[in-house]
Every structure is written in C-alpha cells, then in structure tokens.
C-alpha cells in the first residue's frame, strides 16, 4: 500500500533563508509526483509536477526533486519571503483499475517570518 | 479561466437535513473527486468519477452518494447530515495523460 510522508510537519524560519521540504514514498511505482500550496481557508493551488521519468522541475524561486528508486521528493525554496506561508502538500499519482489516484502527505506547515 | 468552481462556499446545516454541494469545471477533464479534509487526518477521497455516467466510491464514502450527469458537472449530496460531516470538502479534477490536478476553493460545512 503507498503511503507518503512528509517532514516536518512545521517549520519556522526568518525571511530570506532557502529551505527544503521532503516528501517521501513507499512504493516506486508512481505515474507523477504534484507538490501543491494550500492557504489557510482556501483551497490547493498546484505548484509543480514531475514526471515519474523526470528528475526535477522548477519555477520561479522553487525547484522540485524526485528521486523513484529512493523513494523520495524535495521542495526546495530559494530566498523565502512571508508570502511563502502556507502549507505544503505533496501527492504521488498511480493508475489502480481504469483510475488515477492520488495518494496525500499530510503536509508540511511554513511560517516565514519577517 | 474558471478551472474548478465549487459552490456553496459555506453551509451550516442542521442534524438530518440533505444538501447537495455541486462541482463544476470546464477544462473538459475525465477525472473528477470530491475529498474532506479535517485537520489532522489529511486529504480523504469521499468518491470519484472517471468519466461522464460513472462514479465508484473512495476511502469515506459512507453518508454520501455522487452523480456525474454532465462530464462537466461532478454532485455530491448528503442525504442525513451528522455532525462527523463537519469538515471542508474539496473537489479536484484530472486531465488524461500527463497533466495536473485542479482544486476548487471549498466548501466549509457545519452540522449542527
């Protein structure tokens, strides 16, 4: 059965410091890897989407890893800014019958502050 | 650019009565699901759909049922609201092949 985790759960760091954000996995059999942004109150907008033949995709300030045999991901943020608050959830995708499912993180909560 | 439009945004029901939240996105995605999200327990698939006409249950399925009439349009209805339907519910759909999830904004229910 997938399970994925993520660490920490929360983090606090000053404005300014790059910091990293870790996903990881069980089974290696992923169709794609989707880290995601959720505001408080609001809902999850997607931030980046490997492939399972990629290695990593960035944009903007952030750079996202995966590594299959490893069974691992990491959300690299350059140069945090208090905007960058929020929590950070990551999903694996697979096929399981005639669905794609995607199995969550419980995420990981980042407090940039000034 | 709509994507994913979920409504109501809000809803405080009392113990027994139905309601039906509705999910809608114009991105012409086979894939759509509705999840509760309450803290601590991460996101939850109530029940999904892979196309237009078909729909199967997910990990929390229990005191909801779904209908996908239109490919665009994904229901999810509660029938007896409990207070354990106290949650934030989010509907999500998926393109075939390699493409990303859309989320709407929520919904924030209350059962009282």
């Known amino acids: 059965k997938q399970e994925v985790t993520q660490i920490p759960a929360a983090l606090s760091v000053p404005e300014g410091e790059n910091l990293v954000l870790n996903c990881s996995f069980t089974d290696s059999a992923i169709y794609n890897l989707q880290w995601f942004r959720q505001d408080p109150g609001k809902g999850l907008t997607s931030l980046l989407l490997?492939?399972?033949s990629q290695r990593e995709q960035t944009s903007g300030r952030l750079n996202a890893s995966l590594d299959k045999s490893s069974g691992r991901s990491t959300l690299y943020i350059a140069a945090s800014q208090p905007g960058d608050s929020a929590t950070y959830l990551c999903a694996v995708s697979r096929y399981a019958g005639n669905n794609r499912k995607l199995i969550w993180g419980l995420g990981t909560s980042l407090a940039v502050n000034p | 650019n709509a994507g994913v439009t979920q409504t109501p945004k809000f809803r405080v029901l009392k113990t027994g009565q139905s309601m039906t939240l509705l999910c809608a996105q114009d991105?012409?995605?086979?894939?759509m699901y509705w999840y509760r999200q309450d803290p601590g327990m991460g996101l939850r698939l109530i029940h999904y759909?892979?196309?237009?006409?078909?729909?199967a249950k997910g990990e929390v399925p229990d005191g909801y049922n779904v209908s996908r009439l239109k490919k665009q349009n994904f229901l999810l209805g509660l029938e007896s609201a409990a207070p354990s339907q106290t949650s934030v519910y989010f509907c999500?759909?998926?393109?075939?092949?390699?493409?990303?999830?859309?989320f709407g904004q929520g919904t924030r229910l209350t059962v009282v």
């Open positions: 991105m012409n995605h086979e894939y």
């Open positions: 999500a759909s998926m393109g075939e092949g390699y493409t990303e999830a859309f």
């Open positions: 759909s892979v196309g237009e006409g078909t729909t």
């Open positions: 490997i492939q399972s």
